[in-house]
């Protein structure tokens, strides 16, 4: 089951423009990734936000997280095309069986236009 | 440039047979995953190792899946029999871990399972 979920699904915009990505989970967690999938590869991790971090910035890359309202958002500033593909949010959450799991939202498929 | 390895990379396959995927973790990482995506369920974990010790397999179906660490360089994921809603992308993942936590995981670039 996925605990995170991805707003929107699908996002266009021009290059140049800023990118925003929603998260929502829905209990309480350890830490927050956001992690990128060019189509046909692998995941690749972009960055991890603690549980009792507020915002965090690599690069162009702007992650916010409220655990408040259990979302949080990922800004990619001045997007470029390369910048096209799928972002995923995964939450880190301790389990039952007295270890820590990472579960994938659905993802927001971006493509950004030349 | 260390990363994780998959092999194959592409498996078309009738159903019935046996199915088997490799992974190579990043030397040193203690925590291996096994991962399915799909367009309609998305990426389910399958399989999660620590040590080599299956710490939870909840997500597989155990009728026909199994996954085991045989060495800390080798991963395996097998099916036996295949289906054909088997048919997806298979990924293996490694991480350094050193905290109850999760931290980075790295990917690897996936096996692309087809079952006619």
């Known amino acids: 089951s996925q605990q995170g979920e991805e707003d929107p699904q699908a996002l266009s915009i021009q290059e140049g423009e800023n990118a925003t990505m929603n998260c929502s989970y829905k209990t309480s967690i350890n830490n927050l990734q956001w992690y990128r999938q060019n189509s046909g590869r692998g995941l690749v991790h972009l960055i991890l936000i603690r549980s009792n971090e507020r915002e965090k910035h690599s690069g162009r890359l702007r992650v916010t997280l409220d655990t408040s309202k259990k979302s949080s958002s990922l800004l990619i500033t001045a997007s470029r095309a390369a910048d096209t593909a799928s972002y995923f949010c995964?939450?880190?959450?301790?389990?039952?069986?007295?270890?820590?799991?990472?579960?994938f939202g659905a993802g927001t498929r971006l493509a950004v236009h030349p | 440039d260390a990363r994780v390895t998959q092999t194959p990379r592409h498996k078309v396959t009738e159903m019935g047979q046996e199915v088997t995927m490799r992974c190579q973790p990043i030397?040193?990482?203690?925590?291996v995953f096994w991962y399915r995506q799909t367009m309609m369920q998305g990426l389910e974990l399958l399989a999660y190792f620590r040590n080599r010790a299956p710490l939870d397999d909840s997500g597989m179906p155990k009728d026909r899946f199994s996954a085991e660490m045989p060495d800390a360089t080798l991963a395996t994921l097998k099916i036996q029999p295949s289906e054909p809603r088997d048919s997806a992308v298979y990924f293996c993942a490694s991480e350094a871990r050193l905290a109850t936590s999760t931290d980075t995981q790295y990917f690897g670039p996936g096996t692309r399972l087809t079952v006619l």
């Open positions: 030397l040193g990482h203690n925590t």
């Open positions: 995964a939450t880190d959450s301790l389990f039952s069986g007295g270890y820590n799991k990472l579960i």
